[in-house]
């Protein structure tokens, strides 16, 4: 395998450091990998980022506010061609952990729903933690770092660009995946991988709005709904874009689907709608019925579709139209056309090939003292602050593995 960059261009010009580990990417686990890293012993770190802010993706979540984790998070929450990979970082780091990091350093936090925990004021707290937690006499960060490439030879690793040439023993890729590139998203973290002999399990925009035509009408409408997708299901909000649908239902269920799989919706998941109207007395109209569980455009719109008239009584209404007002309020079938990409994803699914990689220590199988952590690899959490626990546990476990005596102190 060749893997040996040339590195004669412009070589004499550039400003030359040697450092023990070098991570590169200053996202969430590559912020957190630092701090830890920083505790072993006689070590000297870099962290590298071509952005010129530390931490964007943390920044935007959670509508500012950062779902930094959740008190729930287990491997079930997690998608992976490798599913038990995650297991044992997952493990040894836990949403308490990271909790007793937000404590000491007194952010304000709450549960909005479902062990999602945010930041009562800003996102930008969980940031200026980290940079904290970072800021050691051991420990360099630098930014805007741009067109980085990296090199192996005699056991070092050299990461270059024309201005800058850093030497290292270890190396640790923490630079996400594609999702959001509109804040730097790139496929850094994949090329260096492939570089170093990884397989790349095909990236795709995950927890992401879908596109669906027919709903256009519908636009801003929201409810309750169950989406089904390959043995998966989620009930959930639902709701209606200029494009298709949106909201939490359709951003989980999208972990779980391809392009052409079919969707099936029940969009009264709580009630059968059946037992419903025959109940109804008998001067109720069947939109009125209707109207009382669903939004009224969204009636509209379902009566339209199957073609029954809402004025009729329900005492009037066939066994073959209560068969249809069924189908489609219990098993309405949609295929989207298409997610609507990369810019609206929370995160990238697919990635390195977990296979290639050690749970434990997060090194590369095929290359010594090469690690990846966070969303490059092919690991990813259910909507709900999942993926930022797999980031902190996922830094920790390459610390665990980067100290001397294989204890780190959480």
């Known amino acids: 395998m060749e893997v040996e960059k040339n590195l004669q261009t412009n070589k004499s010009k550039r400003v030359k450091t040697d450092y023990d ?24 770190i870099l962290l590298l980022d071509h952005n010129k802010q530390v931490g964007r993706k943390i920044l935007i979540s959670g509508g500012g506010r950062c779902n930094f984790t959740n008190i729930y998070s287990s491997p079930d929450f997690f998608y992976s061609s490798n599913p038990h990979f995650c297991k044992s970082a997952l493990s040894r780091y836990t949403p308490w952990d990271f909790l007793d990091l937000i404590q000491e350093h007194k952010i304000e936090y709450y549960e909005k729903k479902l062990g999602q925990l945010f930041c009562k004021n800003s996102a930008k707290d969980i940031v200026s933690m980290l940079l904290k937690l970072i800021d050691k006499n051991n420990v360099d960060l630098k930014l ?56 790349i399990i095909p990236a795709t925009p ?37 494009k298709g649908i949106s909201g939490p239902a359709v951003l989980k269920i999208s972990l779980y689907w391809n392009p052409a799989d079919q969707i099936q919706i029940d969009w009264l998941p709580e009630l059968n709608i059946v037992s419903e109207i025959e109940k109804a007395p008998n001067k109720t109209l069947l939109k009125t019925s209707l109207k009382r569980h669903l939004p009224n455009n969204f009636v509209d719109h379902i009566l339209e579709k199957i073609g029954i008239d809402g004025d009729l009584f329900c ?15 219990h098993h309405s079938i949609i295929v989207p056309s298409g997610t609507e990409g990369f810019r609206k994803a929370e995160v990238t699914r ?16 095929y290359q010594k003292g090469l690690y990846f952590i966070g969303e490059v690899l092919d690991v990813t959490g259910q909507l709900g602050g999942h993926n930022f626990q797999w980031a902190w546990a996922s830094a920790f476990a390459v610390s665990q593995a980067l100290q001397n005596q294989g204890i780190l102190k959480k």
Do not use: R, W
């Open 21 to 44: 580990i070098i991570i590169i990417g200053a996202g969430a686990a590559g912020l957190l990998a630092a701090h830890f890293c920083s505790k072993i012993p006689n070590k000297k």
């Open 144 to 199: 805007e770092i741009k067109n980085l490439e990296v090199s192996y030879k005699d056991e070092t690793f050299v990461t270059y660009n024309d201005e800058y040439q850093f030497s290292s023993s270890e190396l640790i890729i923490a630079t996400g995946g594609l999702s959001v590139p509109p804040i730097g998203a790139t496929g850094f973290g994949h090329q260096i991988a492939k570089q170093f002999g990884h397989k």
């Open 206 to 242: 995950a927890l992401v709005p879908f596109k669906v035509s027919g709903f256009e009408t519908l636009k801003g409408i929201s409810l309750v709904a169950k989406l089904s997708c390959n043995e998966h299901s989620i009930t959930e909000d639902l709701l209606f874009t200029h």
């Open 315 to 329: 005492s009037k209404i066939t066994k073959k139209e209560l068969s249809q007002i069924e189908k489609y309020l």
């Open 350 to 365: 697919g990635g390195i090939d977990t296979f290639e990689v050690s749970s434990k220590t997060m090194q590369s199988n």
